[in-house]
């Protein structure tokens, strides 16, 4: 029978905070067989003392590894210790607290597409925040998005900013996985290779696993049925948000871009070299 792995990491500045975002991770419906929480003992951001290490409920393991892969760290780590097993790992953002019928809507989705990764949250490659050019993928059919129309922005604002709902409304493929929805894998999906990952690039794990599974041929299915908005938990700390990081003169849509480039030239995928954009690809 196949096991079902729950996955994720965390950064200094969220250590007191995790524990959130565990708790719910343990009241989830689904049969869960492990929850492991990856802590490098160096990251390339922050410095900590071991003694400050998270302190984790009964039920999750905290794995300490040697390298810091970036937000990547969620489920690359995991993908090495389970290599070769009859498993499905679920990964996660730390800063989201999840419905208790989360992982379950995983396991049913990957039955139905047991080829997939399985997504959430997602977009496609011809978005502003990724490549934002006319490559489309063949795959069909595409999720559809809501539309945020003069109705849409009336209500967000009715609500007062407190109405978030998803931004699909129809399940389908995409190109970009999107891991703060949480994403659905298995082990083999990533071979030696998706751990070598180029300076800069490591602050984009989304696009970085998403041309990881690309260039293997491995699609990523958005599942929208049943599905329920993520929520931040209580303190998600924003000088730890990647989202607000520059990087050597990257800032997170630079980052982006650099990362798709990369994957056009060196692997060919997502219209190749006929789709780069100026500038060499980080190496």
């Not at 965390?10 to 989830?28: C, D, G, I, M, S």
């Not at 998600?236 to 990647?242: C, G, I, N, S, T």
Request: aromatic share 12%; hydrophobic share 35%; net charge neutral.
């Amino acid at each position: 029978m196949t096991r079902l792995i729950l996955s994720l990491t965390t950064v200094p500045p969220r250590f007191p905070y995790v524990h959130e975002n565990l708790a719910a991770l343990k009241r989830q419906n689904a049969q869960i067989d492990a929850i492991n929480l990856y802590v490098a003992r160096k990251y390339r951001r922050f410095e900590y003392d071991p003694k400050d290490l998270p302190t984790v409920p009964e039920g999750v393991t905290l794995r300490l590894i040697d390298e810091d892969l970036g937000p990547a760290t969620k489920v690359l780590p995991a993908c090495r210790d389970y290599r070769g097993q009859d498993v499905r790992i679920l990964f996660c953002d730390d800063d989201k607290v999840y419905d208790a019928n989360w992982a379950q809507r995983f396991v049913d989705a990957a039955q139905a597409h047991p080829d997939c990764a399985i997504c959430e949250e997602g977009s496609l490659l011809n978005t502003f925040y990724y490549a934002d050019d006319a490559w489309q993928s063949a795959r069909n059919p595409k999720p559809g998005y809501r539309k945020k129309d003069f109705f849409y922005r009336l209500r967000r604002a009715a609500s007062l900013g407190m109405w978030k709902p998803s931004k699909t409304v129809s399940s389908g493929y995409v190109d970009i996985l999107e891991g703060w929805g949480g994403v659905m894998v298995r082990p083999d999906f990533f071979d030696d290779a998706s751990f070598d990952i180029p300076d800069v690039l490591w602050t984009v794990d989304d696009v970085w696993l998403s041309g990881c599974l690309e260039r293997r041929g491995i699609p990523i299915w958005l599942n929208a049925e049943d599905k329920v908005r993520s929520k931040g938990n209580s303190n998600e700390v924003k000088e730890a948000a990647l989202r607000n990081f520059v990087y050597q003169g990257h800032g997170r849509i630079a980052a982006n871009q650099a990362c798709i480039r990369y994957f056009r030239e060196t692997w060919g995928i997502w219209g190749g070299k006929d789709y780069l954009k100026a500038g060499p690809a980080p190496t």
